[in-house]
């Protein structure tokens, strides 16, 4: 059974940093493309970032480009995503995805498996 967990979300004042992880299981994500999406209340899912499992080019939202790094650590089947300066409408659920590659990356629909959620709360 292929399980993606996510934590490492929180409680953050405006500027504050935290870091997510996703521990991913149940099968091999050899080629896969892991990435982010965030569901902000009252909004749609929305794209983070990306980055292949099995070379690290990574591909960010405009909104968290040059603030948030997605990094992956296949020893230990583990994706993260360091987020910097954080602002108030950066609180969210934050979703850990994976999908096969070839697929459009910002599209919710390229992913096949998606973690629980864990949630991210910038204090203004």
């Known amino acids: 059974q292929v399980q993606l967990v996510e934590s490492g979300g929180g409680l953050v004042q405006t500027g504050g940093s935290l870091r997510l992880s996703c521990v991913a299981s149940?099968?091999?994500?050899?080629?896969?493309?892991m990435a982010w999406f965030r569901q902000p209340p009252g909004k749609e899912r929305e794209f983070v970032a990306a980055?292949?499992?099995?070379?690290?080019?990574?591909y960010y939202a405009d909104s968290v480009e040059g603030r948030f790094t997605i990094s992956r650590d296949n020893a230990k089947n583990t994706q993260y995503l360091q987020m910097n300066s954080l602002k108030p409408e950066d609180t969210a659920v934050y979703y850990c995805?994976?999908?096969?590659?070839?697929?459009?990356?910002?599209?919710?629909?390229?992913?096949?498996?998606w973690g629980q959620g864990t949630q991210v709360t910038v204090s203004s």
């Open positions: 995805a994976a999908g096969p590659p070839g697929r459009v990356l910002n599209r919710r629909a390229s992913y096949t498996y």
């Open positions: 149940g099968r091999s994500f050899g080629g896969y493309v």
């Open positions: 980055i292949n499992w099995d070379w690290g080019t990574p």
